[in-house]
């Protein structure tokens, strides 16, 4: 039987949208302040009104709104309302009505409903089972007052992690909307005591006000109302107010009881349900290459399924017989393989799209989206994200994926923080060479690439075509010779030929690819007063120039940059000028967050550049921390950049 996503329900539209009370409101209401918001093109609400209700498995959404529909773009939007509905909610709709010349017209039998998937972009790896509910209402006009009331229910399973933990996030509405009346209730029918946890609040200066949080008991509720209200003004750079309901619980309180379910999933005979992957693993020669075998098997061999946030996590055994199910399910099974190999391994909660925001939030599960496993190897810390499927490597080799705080499922823990990461070897290798002769440039750029870079190469030559990326390196060399003082980049054919680029060498092993690029370039020299000029520069691999352009008051500044070593060899048929700054320039900048190193050798006929640029990352940085790494950079950018040659005429 196919689900409902969307319900007439008019039978429970309240007592508030009958005619004498959209009368009375009518005749109550203060016209100055409706003017004023009219005349400012603000969307105005008669009455709002939006009842949260929490029940042991149950949540529904009541929301009545009555809307003067004052301009052309509330009318298009209100003629085609749409609703997200999740996978687990059902719309209801009890009210569509329409107040015209003060008289109350339903149209609930007057609209069309369209239940919409939603197109997901086909490198996206998250799967969204939400349905769009398209509601079309015709015959609206201007100057009529529309009444919508609709219910969204979501009931879950017992096993349903919402059960335990409830969270929801109120958001303060913004300026747009003015209100007659508005009012905003959440009421506790659980079992359990809810906190209200104000997050961002501010006095008249701007500063962040810290609000003792609010407990609401069982059959007790936490309500706003306001008369003649006005949505608050967006600042920007600032974080808009909010309220974080959830259960009233602790991190280590949580990670008790969690942990306490998932421990009886660990306790499970791989042999049992898994002889034959046992029978693989046992034939390989040393233990990288069986962790590598079982990572790849998961992350590869098991389709990834939506998220279920269930309380209990899918059995690794019906994991491995139907090769299917959500990040909490595949790293259950990676745990209980790892387990039997003998490394050491925890499950941990993670969100990726929120981190930064994670101490932030209230003590909840359900503020972390996905599953991933630490393990530890040799007294090393590993992140395996299982959903993964284009990773390569033995463990140290893999892909370490950017994120600071993570839950890890381990009783009495509290939410840990890791700390910035230094590459121990460098991410990107790269040896650039130009040989000049009567004006026509050799062109030879060899790169080695390790971990998520050399992951994200194979992807690119898996669904680029040869052409599309040897046009991508065309432009990168454009840029870095700086020959867009020359010809407009439309113009690169003309002057690039014979180009090519191959991958020579690709160790899965060691999550290593090479890759040669080659081209002939014509006329490759700036001319400056008469001067030719011949330069090589990556900008991208070692300026971070959006660090001063951070302005937001709120979120620190996210650092997540590659270590990179280059070396860069320019050599012509003509005698250079070997005592220019820009050709002999080198530094050795040691700060907090990037080390940065420049070497060169200058010789009669060109000169070679050695860069090493080792920044750390996984970084948040605000404050003086900020300002000394935008001064690192502005320092690398002023003087200590790559390499230029001037020919002696």
């Given at each position: 039987m196919t689900k409902e996503y969307c319900i007439l329900q008019p039978e429970l539209?309240?007592?508030?949208?009958?005619?004498?009370?959209?009368?009375?409101?009518?005749?109550?209401?203060?016209?100055?302040?409706?003017?004023?918001?009219?005349?400012?093109?603000?969307?105005?609400?008669?009455?709002?009104?939006?009842?949260?209700?929490?029940?042991?498995?149950s949540h529904s959404s009541f929301i009545s709104r009555v809307i003067t529909l004052s301009n052309p773009d509330l009318i298009n939007l209100i003629e085609n309302a749409q609703f997200d509905v999740g996978e687990d909610e059902v719309l209801y709709i009890h009210t569509l009505t329409v107040v015209r010349d003060g008289q109350v017209i339903d149209k609930i039998n007057d609209i069309d409903i369209n239940v919409l998937n939603y197109m997901c972009d086909e490198n996206q790896t998250e799967v969204n089972t939400d349905k769009l509910v398209v509601v079309q209402i015709s015959d609206l006009q201007l100057n009529d007052i529309?009444?919508?009331?609709?219910?969204?229910?979501?009931?879950?399973?017992?096993?349903?992690?919402?059960?335990?933990?409830?969270?929801?996030?109120y958001t303060i509405p913004d300026s747009y909307w003015a209100y007659g009346k508005y009012r905003y209730e959440l009421k506790n029918e659980t079992e359990q005591n809810l906190s209200a946890n104000f997050q961002y609040f501010r006095d008249e200066v701007g500063g962040i006000l810290e609000k003792d949080k609010v407990i609401i008991e069982k059959n007790q509720s936490y309500t706003i109302e306001e008369d003649y209200y006005v949505g608050d003004e967006p600042k920007e750079f600032e974080i808009a107010p909010f309220i974080d309901f959830m259960t009233e619980k602790t991190y280590p309180e949580i990670t008790k009881e969690i942990s306490d379910v998932y421990q009886t999933f660990y306790q499970v005979n791989l042999v049992s349900f898994a002889e034959d992957l046992v029978i693989e693993l046992n034939m390989l020669s040393s233990l990288d290459h069986k962790i590598k075998y079982a990572i790849d098997f998961v992350q590869k061999e098991v389709f990834n399924e939506p998220e279920t946030n269930n309380f209990e996590p899918q059995s690794a055994e019906i994991t491995y017989k139907t090769k299917r199910g959500d990040s909490r399910a595949k790293t259950v099974l990676l745990k209980v393989i790892l387990d039997y190999l003998g490394i050491d391994s925890q499950l941990v909660f993670v969100n990726f799209d929120q981190d930064l925001f994670i101490p932030v939030y209230g003590p909840?599960?359900?503020?972390?989206?996905?599953?991933?496993?630490?393990?530890?190897?040799?007294?090393?810390?590993?992140?395996?994200?299982?959903?993964?499927?284009?990773?390569?490597?033995?463990?140290?080799?893999?892909?370490?994926?950017?994120?600071?705080?993570?839950?890890?499922?381990?009783?009495?823990?509290?939410?840990?923080?890791r700390q910035p990461l230094e590459n121990k070897i460098f991410s990107v290798e790269e040896v650039f060479s130009c040989d000049v002769k009567e004006n026509v440039a050799q062109i030879t750029l060899e790169k080695k690439l390790r971990g998520g870079i050399a992951n994200k190469a194979r992807a690119m030559f898996e669904s680029w075509s040869d052409e599309n990326i040897i046009n991508n390196y065309n432009f990168a060399i454009y840029a870095c010779m700086f020959l867009y003082e020359n010809y407009e980049q439309d113009k690169i054919d003309e002057y690039f030929s014979n180009t090519s680029i191959q991958i020579v060498e690709d160790n899965k092993e060691l999550n290593e690819l090479s890759l040669v690029y080659k081209a002939t370039i014509l006329n490759p020299y700036e001319i400056i007063d008469g001067k030719r000029y011949l330069?090589?520069?990556?900008?991208?691999?070692?300026?971070?120039?959006?660090?001063?352009?951070?302005?937001?008051?709120?979120?620190?500044?996210?650092?997540?940059?590659?270590?990179?070593?280059?070396?860069?060899?320019?050599?012509?048929?003509?005698?250079?000028?070997q005592y220019k700054q820009v050709t002999r320039q080198e530094c050795d900048i040691k700060s907090k967050y990037v080390n940065y190193c420049v070497t060169k050798k200058v010789k009669e006929y060109g000169a070679s550049c050695y860069i090493e640029n080792s920044p750390y990352y996984n970084l948040a940085i605000s404050g003086e921390d900020l300002e000394e790494y935008i001064k690192v950079n502005k320092q690398i950018h002023d003087d200590n950049w790559g390499i230029s040659i001037g020919i002696l005429e």
């Amino acid at each position: 039987m196919t689900k409902e996503y969307c319900i007439l329900q008019p039978e429970l539209s309240s007592l508030k949208t009958n005619q004498e009370d959209i009368s009375s409101w009518l005749t109550i209401q203060d016209k100055d302040f409706y003017d004023a918001q009219i005349a400012q093109d603000k969307g105005y609400y008669i009455r709002y009104e939006d009842v949260e209700t929490v029940k042991p498995n149950s949540h529904s959404s009541f929301i009545s709104r009555v809307i003067t529909l004052s301009n052309p773009d509330l009318i298009n939007l209100i003629e085609n309302a749409q609703f997200d509905v999740g996978e687990d909610e059902v719309l209801y709709i009890h009210t569509l009505t329409v107040v015209r010349d003060g008289q109350v017209i339903d149209k609930i039998n007057d609209i069309d409903i369209n239940v919409l998937n939603y197109m997901c972009d086909e490198n996206q790896t998250e799967v969204n089972t939400d349905k769009l509910v398209v509601v079309q209402i015709s015959d609206l006009q201007l100057n009529d007052i529309f009444i919508i009331e609709t219910t969204v229910e979501r009931k879950y399973e017992e096993s349903n992690i919402r059960n335990k933990y409830f969270r929801w996030m109120y958001t303060i509405p913004d300026s747009y909307w003015a209100y007659g009346k508005y009012r905003y209730e959440l009421k506790n029918e659980t079992e359990q005591n809810l906190s209200a946890n104000f997050q961002y609040f501010r006095d008249e200066v701007g500063g962040i006000l810290e609000k003792d949080k609010v407990i609401i008991e069982k059959n007790q509720s936490y309500t706003i109302e306001e008369d003649y209200y006005v949505g608050d003004e967006p600042k920007e750079f600032e974080i808009a107010p909010f309220i974080d309901f959830m259960t009233e619980k602790t991190y280590p309180e949580i990670t008790k009881e969690i942990s306490d379910v998932y421990q009886t999933f660990y306790q499970v005979n791989l042999v049992s349900f898994a002889e034959d992957l046992v029978i693989e693993l046992n034939m390989l020669s040393s233990l990288d290459h069986k962790i590598k075998y079982a990572i790849d098997f998961v992350q590869k061999e098991v389709f990834n399924e939506p998220e279920t946030n269930n309380f209990e996590p899918q059995s690794a055994e019906i994991t491995y017989k139907t090769k299917r199910g959500d990040s909490r399910a595949k790293t259950v099974l990676l745990k209980v393989i790892l387990d039997y190999l003998g490394i050491d391994s925890q499950l941990v909660f993670v969100n990726f799209d929120q981190d930064l925001f994670i101490p932030v939030y209230g003590p909840s599960p359900s503020t972390f989206k996905q599953a991933i496993l630490k393990a530890t190897l040799d007294n090393q810390d590993y992140f395996i994200d299982v959903t993964m499927s284009h990773d390569e490597g033995f463990l140290a080799n893999r892909d370490q994926k950017s994120f600071i705080y993570y839950l890890e499922i381990k009783a009495g823990i509290d939410i840990q923080k890791r700390q910035p990461l230094e590459n121990k070897i460098f991410s990107v290798e790269e040896v650039f060479s130009c040989d000049v002769k009567e004006n026509v440039a050799q062109i030879t750029l060899e790169k080695k690439l390790r971990g998520g870079i050399a992951n994200k190469a194979r992807a690119m030559f898996e669904s680029w075509s040869d052409e599309n990326i040897i046009n991508n390196y065309n432009f990168a060399i454009y840029a870095c010779m700086f020959l867009y003082e020359n010809y407009e980049q439309d113009k690169i054919d003309e002057y690039f030929s014979n180009t090519s680029i191959q991958i020579v060498e690709d160790n899965k092993e060691l999550n290593e690819l090479s890759l040669v690029y080659k081209a002939t370039i014509l006329n490759p020299y700036e001319i400056i007063d008469g001067k030719r000029y011949l330069h090589y520069w990556d900008w991208n691999n070692f300026i971070d120039d959006e660090a001063a352009e951070h302005f937001h008051k709120d979120i620190p500044y996210w650092v997540d940059r590659n270590s990179i070593k280059t070396e860069i060899h320019l050599t012509i048929d003509m005698p250079i000028n070997q005592y220019k700054q820009v050709t002999r320039q080198e530094c050795d900048i040691k700060s907090k967050y990037v080390n940065y190193c420049v070497t060169k050798k200058v010789k009669e006929y060109g000169a070679s550049c050695y860069i090493e640029n080792s920044p750390y990352y996984n970084l948040a940085i605000s404050g003086e921390d900020l300002e000394e790494y935008i001064k690192v950079n502005k320092q690398i950018h002023d003087d200590n950049w790559g390499i230029s040659i001037g020919i002696l005429e």
